[in-house]
């Protein structure tokens, strides 16, 4: 995104100030299987709307929403900005767990 200029308050002055949008890293969006398109695409597009990546591990037990948005996904967003993860607990644990490399 563009910086935006802001007019600094009369005690800074003279000086200038502006914001800076920058991304804050990779959301992982883990959902569920009751809501399924509600639970994982809403926050999916507040991610990308921040400019951030995400990963996005719909629930396993709702088998055929997930391949759905899985095909959405990979057919209509960015494949180096969004990657949807299949699979079940073991792939929960890879996922959350933390490298300090």
Request: glycine share 6%; proline share 7%.
């Amino acid at each position: 995104m563009k910086d935006v200029h802001a007019d600094p308050s009369v005690i800074f002055s003279p000086c200038s100030s502006f914001i800076r949008y920058e991304p804050l890293g990779v959301a992982l969006i883990m959902g569920s299987w009751n809501f399924p398109y509600f639970v994982t695409l809403k926050p999916l597009i507040v991610a990308i709307a921040a400019g951030n990546c995400s990963i996005v591990k719909p629930s396993e037990l709702g088998p055929n929403s997930s391949a759905a948005m899985q095909t959405l996904i990979e057919t209509y967003l960015d494949k180096r900005c969004v990657r949807v993860m299949q699979g079940g607990a073991d792939v929960c644990i890879e996922l959350t767990k933390q490298r300090f490399d």
